[in-house]
């Protein structure tokens, strides 16, 4: 199953490609822009996927078609994000992903995000550690970097999906710099490959979906790294609210339980003042 994710997630990457940087359309919904690059992969992944799993014992939640509620009822369920990252995409920063995952009890258990632009998949299996994938086909281990301090941590921060009491946060937090990216994939699979060693996320008037967190999450808890809520309370997919509400971290792991004992002190802070 694992193969077939990378499989799949190396064609959508190319259908992204033929739309990246060329004109686009870009449509409005509730929760951010939406563009024909999306719809084209998300049917792609879709007849990939159910053309070698089928819909009897699979189901699929994807944030373009959300689906019924046969994801209640059916024992593996795959998790699809088409494109991670629209607004960088529409922007052209290159820092967009694929997700794919297939949850199984609410847990991911294998996933893969494709980095079209860098041209690398990163995936994982529950158990069976993370890599990273060149489109040749070589597979090298993902591993976080060890740092094993919170002032040695670089913290890795959203280029859009900021607020005020997120950029108030971040100036009271020890930190060894402060790394700009785009798509939440991009961002842990930054983490997994030792590039930083938190993020910090905070929801608003929205919040990240399973789609955005299952297969990045699965890498990067492979890699050695963790991902909770503030609290340290971990993340559970396939429920009837998609939304991940509240304060989420993603860790190189190491420094995961001082950050969740320190974090909802400052956050509690800030919004006081």
């Not at 959508?12 to 822009?33: C, F, I, N, T, W």
Request: charged share 25%; aromatic share 6%.
């Amino acid at each position: 199953m694992l193969d077939l994710a990378c499989r799949t997630a190396w064609g959508a990457a190319d259908v992204l490609l033929k739309h990246y940087q060329s004109p686009m359309e870009v449509r409005e919904k509730v929760d951010g822009p939406v563009t024909a690059a999306d719809l084209d992969a998300d049917r792609y992944i879709l007849e990939t996927l159910k053309a070698d799993c089928g819909e009897e014992t699979f189901a699929y939640l994807s944030e373009e078609t959300l689906g019924g509620n046969e994801r209640f009822t059916r024992p593996l369920v795959w998790v699809i994000d088409p494109l991670d990252g629209t607004r960088d995409f529409i922007d052209g920063t290159g820092e967009f992903a694929v997700h794919i995952a297939l949850v199984e009890a609410g847990q991911p258990i294998l996933g893969a995000v494709a980095w079209p632009v860098r041209k690398r998949v990163y995936a994982a299996r529950l158990g069976a550690g993370a890599f990273v994938e060149d489109p040749e086909g070589q597979r090298l281990p993902l591993r976080v970097n060890p740092v094993d301090t919170l002032e040695g941590c670089r913290t890795i921060v959203s280029r859009t999906h900021r607020d005020w009491r997120l950029d108030a946060l971040l100036a009271k937090i020890p930190k060894a710099s402060q790394i700009v990216r785009g798509g939440l994939g991009c961002k842990l699979c930054s983490i997994a490959g030792g590039e930083a060693e938190i993020y910090i996320g905070l929801s608003g008037k929205t919040a990240p979906r399973d789609w955005d967190l299952a297969a990045p999450q699965i890498v990067l808890s492979e890699a050695g790294g963790r991902v909770s809520r503030f609290d340290g309370t971990p993340l559970s997919y396939n429920r009837e609210d998609t939304n991940l509400w509240g304060g989420l971290i993603a860790t190189n792991g190491i420094t995961h339980d001082r950050w969740s004992a320190l974090l909802p002190g400052v956050l509690e802070e800030v919004e006081k003042s």
